[in-house]
């Protein structure tokens, strides 16, 4: 159903970056819920009084920053998707991979991140956070580390997703998925061939200090799992590197 939100006349400066900003501030102000169609491209021209090259560029820049979904077909359009991760993964991978921040720094933040985020968790976990943990506690037993590399990879990065979004803080949330998504493409990319960087029932002894809801104890064994990672991700940065094609940034 299309709305008549009361766009106001642009101002002819970077015309679409004036519609990126009003249709924003028509989101924002609730006159478009996530899940809305905005109105066709025809539309937003005539309301904005601006050609449809204008609106097209704007609505691609809400899509690429993940506020607006592009949908094809008949039924398409451009739907409010809200706001997401997306961007900011990116731009934080782009800096781990780029050397503009070091794997040490990335550590170092994680021994202080990680086990407030565990400590959280133990707090706040709810029914489904807690049946999601136990769940990707059990795979991690039951992958074969050897013949399914990438899924018990990606199972153990699950499992510090799942803990930053058991934290029910959204920032945590992010900023976790977004430390996942690197040191899953780090482990892809330097392929290793021992086993895991941690001990294996490091995750199942932090999924039982949140089941008891003893939030200190998760804190404490989360600390210890990121300190026993720590050294090994470090020695690995130049073999990183050196195959992502980058050169570490000096000083660094």
Same mark, same amino acid.
């Given at each position: 159903? !299309?709305?008549?939100?009361?766009f106001?006349?642009? =101002?002819?400066?970077?015309?679409?970056?004036?519609? *990126?900003?009003?249709?924003? =501030?028509?989101?924002?102000?609730?006159?478009?819920? *996530?899940?809305?169609?905005?109105?066709?491209?025809?539309?937003?021209?005539?309301?904005?009084?601006?050609?449809?090259?204008?609106?097209?560029?704007?609505?691609? %820049?809400?899509?690429?920053?993940?506020?607006?979904?592009?949908?094809q077909? &008949?039924t398409?359009?451009?739907?409010?998707?809200?706001?997401?991760?997306?961007?900011?993964?990116? !731009?934080?991978?782009?800096?781990?991979?780029?050397?503009?921040?070091?794997?040490?720094?990335?550590?170092?933040?994680?021994?202080?991140l990680?086990?407030?985020?565990?400590?959280?968790? +133990?707090?706040? &976990?709810?029914?489904?956070?807690?049946?999601?943990?136990?769940?990707?506690?059990?795979?991690s037993?039951?992958? !074969?580390?050897?013949?399914?590399?990438?899924?018990?990879?990606? !199972?153990? &990065?699950r499992f510090?997703?799942?803990?930053?979004?058991?934290?029910?803080?959204?920032?945590?949330?992010?900023?976790?998925?977004?430390?996942?998504?690197?040191?899953?493409?780090?482990?892809?990319?330097?392929?290793?061939? %021992?086993? *895991?960087?941690?001990?294996?029932?490091?995750?199942?002894?932090?999924f =039982? +200090?949140?089941?008891?809801?003893?939030?200190?104890r998760?804190? &404490?064994?989360?600390r210890?799992?990121?300190?026993?990672?720590?050294?090994q991700?470090?020695?690995?940065?130049?073999?990183?590197?050196?195959?992502?094609?980058?050169?570490?940034?000096?000083?660094?």
């Amino acid at each position: 159903m !299309n709305k008549s939100y009361n766009f106001k006349n642009l =101002q002819r400066k970077r015309l679409y970056e004036e519609v *990126v900003a009003s249709i924003k =501030q028509a989101i924002f102000s609730g006159e478009y819920r *996530v899940g809305d169609k905005l109105p066709s491209e025809n539309e937003l021209a005539g309301l904005f009084h601006v050609s449809r090259p204008v609106v097209r560029e704007a609505i691609r %820049y809400l899509e690429i920053t993940g506020l607006l979904t592009v949908r094809q077909g &008949a039924t398409g359009g451009a739907f409010v998707s809200g706001i997401n991760s997306r961007v900011l993964q990116e !731009n934080v991978k782009d800096l781990l991979t780029l050397g503009h921040v070091s794997v040490g720094q990335l550590t170092e933040m994680r021994t202080h991140l990680d086990p407030e985020i565990a400590r959280l968790a +133990a707090l706040r &976990a709810e029914a489904e956070d807690l049946k999601e943990l136990e769940r990707s506690v059990f795979l991690s037993k039951s992958i !074969n580390s050897e013949t399914g590399f990438l899924d018990h990879v990606e !199972n153990n &990065a699950r499992f510090h997703r799942l803990l930053g979004h058991a934290s029910h803080n959204l920032f945590y949330a992010i900023i976790e998925d977004v430390i996942m998504d690197f040191t899953v493409k780090f482990i892809q990319t330097v392929q290793l061939e %021992y086993e *895991v960087l941690h001990d294996p029932d490091d995750h199942e002894d932090i999924f =039982q +200090a949140v089941l008891d809801r003893d939030s200190d104890r998760a804190a &404490a064994i989360t600390r210890k799992h990121i300190e026993k990672i720590g050294p090994q991700m470090r020695a690995l940065e130049e073999v990183f590197l050196e195959l992502s094609g980058q050169k570490a940034v000096a000083g660094l």
